[in-house]
């Protein structure tokens, strides 16, 4: 690693700065996913709830995923799609605190759950795996589809916001008007992300376990044909589950093909066809920040390393507001004055009404 990592960040873009107490990464990446940070940012974006839709999307190939839409108060300035982590839903603390951030800006939100992520383990058979892509893709193309809103933004959190990196490198070449992708501490190099949980605290790994393997009994519980031999779901570290369940249900020839098939580390997003937004932190305990000194950085994507923050955490204060909260709304309503695509909404049509847009947020969470 290069002594000039964590870089200088760009201009213009405000620094972390962690209320006293809150500097430890730990700690951050604690409560950025905790149920006390679910509830303040619920009570402090009421509205995203208020006005959700529940949706199923039909992804093209027999896969179907679900979400929620809420649409902007007045015209939107554009559509948010919001991608949670591995694990996380639709209703993680993350996902209520930005996309409430977003939605009082004036953005129409979709939060989309991946397969087998929030109650939604019935819609599919077959398990959930970080490398389907493809299906994630129909999504979106099915999103756009049924909601006419430009131009279209993608956000995402740890494993979300590598999909949205991989949604940002091949949505376009399949017609997707993607106008802009931004991923809060994503994974580059799954193997190597794979190998600093396992040296991390065992904490990190048996949240990880704990949730994984509840959720893939639940899922033999709901298509016992489909998983006759539950033996393997009692394996108990991360690597050797993994191997089981990329021998069992994908055909990658090793568990090193499988992750190396959803890496975007090194010169992977070198080939990105729409500008792109990173934002990480070099204290990250699951983000190996070597991934991050090493990753090539094109003309077209924004690498924004903080000193601190957590895993996708930012905590500002003690009422767990978050950098990300104020930083994506002023960052992303700047991407659509710089030139995104204009929005096509009308009177009567998704999104209508009002023509104003909320005014740009401060630097501080409301």
Request: a positive charge; proline letters at 10%; glycine letters at 10%.
């Amino acid at each position: 690693m290069n002594a000039a990592f964590p870089p200088p960040l760009p201009t213009g873009v405000p620094t972390f700065v962690p209320a006293p107490g809150m500097g430890n990464p730990h700690l951050q990446s604690l409560l950025a996913s905790s149920a006390l940070r679910r509830k303040r940012a619920l009570a402090r974006w009421p509205e995203l709830i208020a006005t959700a839709q529940t949706t199923l999307i039909d992804c093209g190939d027999g896969t179907r995923l679900e979400g929620a839409y809420s649409p902007a108060a007045g015209t939107p300035r554009g559509l948010i799609i919001l991608f949670h982590g591995w694990e996380g839903s639709i209703e993680s603390s993350y996902m209520y605190a930005s996309g409430g951030a977003l939605h009082a800006a004036g953005w129409s939100v979709f939060r989309l759950n991946f397969r087998d992520h929030g109650d939604s383990h019935h819609l599919n058979a077959e398990p959930f795996h970080s490398c389907r892509i493809d299906e994630v893709l129909g999504a979106v193309a099915e999103i756009l589809r049924q909601v006419p809103v430009r131009p279209v933004v993608l956000v995402g959190f740890s494993l979300g916001g590598n999909f949205a990196l991989r949604v940002a490198l091949h949505g376009p070449g399949r017609g997707l008007p993607i106008a802009h992708a931004c991923a809060v501490c994503p994974p580059l190099m799954p193997s190597r992300v794979m190998a600093q949980l396992e040296s991390s605290p065992f904490a990190y790994e048996a949240y990880f376990m704990r949730k994984w393997t509840a959720s893939l009994k639940r899922k033999a519980e709901l298509f016992p044909e489909h998983y006759p031999d539950r033996h393997w779901l009692k394996t108990r570290r991360l690597r050797a589950l993994t191997a089981q369940l990329v021998e069992r249900y994908t055909s990658y020839p090793s568990i090193e093909a499988y992750l190396d098939g959803y890496a975007v580390g090194g010169q992977r997003l070198l080939a990105l066809p729409v500008p792109a937004t990173i934002i990480a932190a070099a204290d990250d305990p699951v983000i190996p920040a070597r991934d991050l000194a090493e990753l090539a950085v094109p003309p077209q994507l924004t690498l924004i390393v903080h000193p601190r923050g957590g895993h996708c955490g930012f905590l500002e204060d003690w009422q767990l507001r978050s950098w990300p909260e104020h930083f994506l709304p002023a960052h992303l309503n700047a991407v659509v004055r710089q030139g995104a695509p204009e929005n096509p909404a009308k009177s009567g049509g998704v999104g209508a009404g009002n023509t104003r847009h909320p005014p740009d947020p401060g630097v501080r969470c409301p």
